[in-house]
T-cell receptor, first 113, second 113 residues
């Protein structure tokens, strides 16, 4: 059972365009994290959202956590070739005092110059 | 000043062999993890250790045996390798068992022939 549905799976756009990646679930998470992964490397944390309705901005990236803490979105404004990569959302679930991250299947973003 | 390191980076082996992957973190973190990323980039947790004690075991076959000699190291030993074990394995660490940022290693690409 895939707890986190991430869409779209692939996205190819031109430099300067805007895009949104969605991460949806029927489960509630204690927090939701967004990672970016480059080829041959491990995922790197971009942001953690904790409160329902929370919005965080990281330069041209805007992250939002749904009011019910079940879904999230990542919006990139004026995408640049350097934004190319695999974007992963991960929901945090607490179990017995420890945290387990459940990852979405990722969105492979390609920004063409 | 590598934070989380893994060896080897690439591992090619025959079906039925036994192999180990090593992970070390120099961040002083208490919690370490092993993740498996399949060919479709789906990242899934396998194990989590806190201060050398197993806290998460995600129904991984018992051919996989993690070992933590100290809290800075978490090694993964795999017995009787199967074709389906081919994947990229990531080690990660975090300061706490919950609510802390997870730092990922560069990954070990395992290919079973």
């Amino acid at each position: 059972t895939q707890l986190l549905e991430q869409s779209p799976q692939f996205l190819s756009i031109q430099e300067g365009e805007n895009l949104t990646v969605y991460c949806n679930s029927s489960s509630v998470f204690s927090s939701l994290q967004w990672y970016r992964q480059e080829p041959g490397e491990g995922p790197v944390l971009l942001v953690t959202v904790v409160t329902g309705g929370e919005v965080k901005k990281l330069k041209r990236l805007t992250f939002q956590f749904g009011d019910a803490r079940k879904d999230s979105s990542l919006h990139i404004t004026a995408a640049q070739p350097g934004d190319t990569g695999l974007y992963l959302c991960a929901g945090a679930r607490l179990r017995g005092g420890s945290e387990k991250l459940v990852f979405g299947k990722g969105t492979k973003l390609t920004v063409n110059p | 000043d590598t934070a989380v390191s893994q060896t080897p980076k690439y591992l090619v082996t025959q079906m039925g062999n036994d192999k180990s992957i090593k992970c070390e973190q120099n961040l002083g973190h208490d919690t370490m993890y092993w993740y498996k990323q399949d060919s479709k980039k789906f990242l899934k947790i396998m194990f989590s250790y806190n201060n050398k004690e197993l806290i998460i075991n995600e129904t991984v076959p018992n051919r996989f045996s993690p070992k933590s000699p100290d809290k800075a190291h978490l090694n993964l030993h795999i017995n009787s390798l199967e074709l389906g074990d081919s994947a990229v394995y990531f080690c990660a660490s975090s300061q706490m068992t919950s609510g802390g940022t997870q730092y990922f290693g560069p990954g070990t690409r395992l290919t079973v022939l």
